[in-house]
């Protein structure tokens, strides 16, 4: 397969909403500025489907921006699968490779749903939920499907808007944190964020007639070929719901594994930056969910200014100011929304942890780290090269991250030869 090469100032890697704020901050200095994602349409996760088709206007603004700038050019469909050396990355297409020499590079990469085990999960019929969100938005027909959503965060409400708009039966909305943190958090909001405390109001009433019970655990699923039954917990109390869909999740991780490969710090799970999103790397910008799950407000604050740093322009007070709100409301969530001891038992001995590879929760237990459990098990060794069950061990036995190596994510083997070719044309 034959390599495209390109070159440009900035490289901006992931066009959600920290990646638009980036490159449209980053366009006045003139620099030369390329933005790259892996789905055929910018916006992200919460701007699935375009910047054009979404009520937020803001999505709409940047994009115009950046289209009408000639600076700006664009890579869709275009995933990162690896560097070549520090200043050049490579992207599988479907139809070729490109790799892009640059000077500073921008990480906008996003984060994904912590999803954590327990019996049944595997059947079909239970997704995460971000994942049926993301299925929905994509066109998936959930009408007069009946749909659990359970799990911990401000992701389920949002997806219960989602599933009931496209007209399914939202049955009950299971959030695992007790009442008391939640309404401290409803509290923090009113005095600080007004405006997310007025979109979380309406957001419960316009789904008031859908049940939202906190301090409930998913017990188990339950289904011969598919999802019937879902059972659940409340205290002492066991509550069984009859279902054709399960969504779950337990809150947001950062994608750090790009940051990673490329020596940038990572602390407590997130990317660490410098106050003009400067990572530990040099000329490494990092900005959005992969400096901690915060909402499109942090990820639009903190791309604004990792655009401006990058392209050598003026941070001002009132940027800074922006993205220390913005933060302020990332470490409520994070105090509020805490995956809980309770949440990190939910799986038996036999709950398959690793279902690419078919490892049990008690074959894993026999190990100390990721790394020895993968040499025995294969845990990890499958399609999802263990984004999901390397994050459920981390989580449910606190071991380290899954190590790394290049290509960071599955790609052809006609990639595999293009970038070898490339680096033995530079090594002569
Ligand atoms: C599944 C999910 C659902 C969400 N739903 C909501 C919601 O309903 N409401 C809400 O307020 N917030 C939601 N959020 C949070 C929301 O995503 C963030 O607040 C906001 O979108 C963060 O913007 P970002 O630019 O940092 O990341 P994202 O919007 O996630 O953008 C990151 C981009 O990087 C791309 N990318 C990642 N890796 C690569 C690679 N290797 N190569 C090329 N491109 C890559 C991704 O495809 C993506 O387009 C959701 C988050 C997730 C993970």
Redesign the pocket.
């Given at each position: 397969m034959k390599l495209q090469e390109l070159q440009t100032g900035i490289l901006i890697?992931?066009?959600?909403?920290?990646?638009l704020a980036a490159a449209s901050a980053a366009l006045n200095s003139g620099k030369q500025i390329l933005i790259?994602?892996?789905?055929p349409v910018p916006g992200?996760?919460?701007w699935r489907g375009g910047p054009k088709k979404v009520p937020d206007t803001r999505a709409g603004i940047f994009w115009d921006r950046c289209q009408n700038a000639l600076n700006v050019q664009w890579l869709h469909s275009?995933?990162?699968v690896a560097f070549n050396h520090t200043h050049e990355a490579i992207f599988e297409l479907a139809d070729k490779v490109v790799s892009v020499r640059y000077e500073r590079l921008i990480l906008?990469?996003?984060?994904?749903?912590l999803l954590l085990p327990f019996d049944g999960w595997t059947l079909p019929g239970v997704t995460?939920a971000?994942?049926l969100?993301?299925l929905i938005k994509a066109g998936a027909d959930v009408r007069g499907k009946r749909i659990v959503i359970a799990g911990t965060g401000p992701?389920l409400l949002?997806?219960a808007e989602?599933a009931h708009k496209a007209g399914a039966e939202v049955l009950l909305v299971a959030e695992a944190q007790p009442f008391s943190a939640l309404s401290r958090f409803m509290w923090q909001l009113c005095l600080h964020h007004r405006s997310k405390a007025t979109q979380a109001i309406s957001l419960y009433w316009s789904l008031k007639k859908i049940p939202y019970l906190s301090n409930v655990l998913i017990e188990k699923a339950v289904g011969d070929a598919q999802l019937t039954e879902v059972h659940l917990r409340r205290g002492g109390e066991l509550m069984t719901v009859q279902a054709d869909m399960l969504a779950c999740g337990f809150g947001?991780i950062p994608?750090t594994e790009?940051a990673r490969l490329l020596g940038c710090n990572v602390a407590a799970g997130v990317v660490t930056h410098d106050e003009r999103q400067c990572t530990s790397a040099p000329h490494i910008y990092a900005?959005?969910?992969?400096t901690g799950f915060g909402?499109?407000e942090k990820?639009i604050a903190e791309?604004h200014i990792a655009g401006l740093a990058a392209s050598d322009q003026v941070v001002s007070q009132d940027d800074e100011t922006k993205r220390e709100h913005a933060q302020h409301f990332m470490h409520l969530l994070r105090e509020t929304f805490a995956v809980s001891e309770e949440m990190r038992q939910l799986a038996s001995d036999a709950t398959l942890v690793c279902r690419c590879e078919d490892v049990s929760l008690a074959e894993l237990r026999q190990h100390d780290s990721w790394r020895a459990a993968k040499l025995v098990t294969r845990a990890g060794m499958g399609a999802c090269q263990g984004r999901i069950c390397g994050a459920a061990c981390q989580t449910m036995f606190g071991w380290d991250a899954p190590e790394l190596r290049q290509p960071?994510?599955p790609c052809r083997t006609s990639t595999l030869a293009a970038i070898a070719a490339s680096s033995l044309k530079e090594a002569k």
């Open positions: 890697i992931g066009a959600g909403p920290a990646g790259a994602d892996d789905n992200g996760q919460i275009a995933r990162l906008c990469n996003g984060g994904r749903e995460g971000g994942g969100q993301a992701l949002a997806v989602t947001i994608n790009i900005a959005g969910e992969i909402g499109v990820a791309g960071v994510f």
